[in-house]
């Protein structure tokens, strides 16, 4: 059984989102906790929030259990991207790109089909 949960426009480009999500990809989700406790990049805010809820969903929408959950898939893909304007030298103006990402994280009870370990 797969379950997941899924956070849109996030504030950060998923290139970053995308440096944490690997490192908890694979893993027992206590695992992921610590591994995201311990980094120090500022998308596990996000990263935490996502995998809780769908820990949370799969307990509550379909009773499995908590300590046999692996983070099965997890990527961020882009969201809408805001431009923006900076004024430049000489009356001239050069565009900002504030990038978005959706963040989504797959739990399920046993690892991928095909992955040793």
């Keep these: ?3 997941q949960a ?3 426009y996030i504030r950060q480009s998923p290139y970053k989102v995308r440096r944490v999500l690997d490192l908890v990809r694979g893993l027992p989700v206590e ?5 995201l406790a311990f980094t120090n990049r500022r998308a596990t805010d996000p990263v ?5 809820s ?4 799969a307990r509550h929408n379909h009773a499995l259990d908590a300590g046999e959950l692996f983070v099965v898939r997890a990527f961020a893909d882009e969201g809408p991207t805001l431009k923006r304007m900076r ?3 000489r009356g001239r ?3 900002i790109l504030k990038r978005t990402s959706h963040v989504t994280i797959v739990v399920g009870d ?3 089909e095909g992955e040793e370990g």
Excluded: F, T, W
Excluded at 31 to 35: C, I, L
Excluded at 48 to 52: I, M, Q
């Design 1 to 3: 059984m797969k379950v």
């Design 6 to 8: 899924r956070a849109q």
């Design 31 to 35: 695992e992921a906790r610590r591994v």
């Design 48 to 52: 935490r929030k996502v995998l809780e």
């Design 54 to 57: 769908a820990v949370a969903n």
């Design 87 to 89: 004024p430049r030298a």
């Design 93 to 95: 103006a050069s565009r």
């Design 110 to 112: 046993r690892r991928e």
